[in-house]
């Protein structure tokens, strides 16, 4: 960690962008949390948490738009410095993705969504006045050095995974 300060790393994403891949990924390199769809801190209780912790969001969550900034300061107010981390994906891949995870009945309900999802994500965003660590799916799982930059950005050993890209299933 370095500064001595205890670290959040709020991952966010449209569903179906990659946030659980993410996820797993900051939990191999060491953060506390849950890359499943159900979490130890879905009741949004931070407190007596290790030092770094890893709490993610798919927008919309359980068919609920999440306060993004509501639950920035409930682990603020436990005296984590938050750090977002917004992930997306290429639109053809994440609406196809959203359809056969049944996300959303088909592909017509996907896109008149989606515009929706990533609008709330930016307003809460600014919001807050947090530019989030955005992360390309593509790019990072397609290349180690896109990953290697990124965890050294967060001040993170590499996780030790396999990383595949989903896109290449459809």
């Known amino acids: 960690m370095g500064n001595g300060k ?17 996820a797993k990924a900051l939990i191999r ?9 159900t979490q130890r801190m879905d009741f949004l209780d931070f407190s ?4 770094e ?11 609920v ?33 959203k359809v056969k995870r049944g996300h959303r009945p088909d592909i017509e309900v996907a896109k008149e969504n989606l515009p929706l999802e990533r609008a709330h994500i930016e ?12 992360v390309k799916y593509e790019d990072f799982v397609g290349s180690a050095e896109v990953r290697r930059e990124l965890f050294e950005k967060l001040s993170l050993p590499e996780p030790n995974m396999h990383f595949w890209n989903a ?4």
């Open 6 to 22: 205890r670290r959040a790393f709020y991952v966010i994403g449209p569903e179906s962008s990659g946030t659980r891949m993410m």
């Open 29 to 37: 390199s060491g953060v506390y949390g849950d890359a499943s769809h």
């Open 48 to 51: 007596g948490r290790p030092n």
């Open 53 to 63: 912790i890893m709490f993610r969001n798919s927008i919309p969550h359980a068919h």
């Open 65 to 97: 738009m999440m306060p993004i900034a509501d639950i920035t300061k409930k682990m603020e107010a436990c005296g984590y410095e938050v750090i977002h981390v917004l992930i997306d994906r290429e639109d053809k891949y994440l609406l196809l993705s």
């Open 123 to 134: 307003e809460q965003m600014k919001e807050m006045g947090v530019d989030p660590i955005r």
């Open 167 to 170: 896109n290449d299933t459809y």
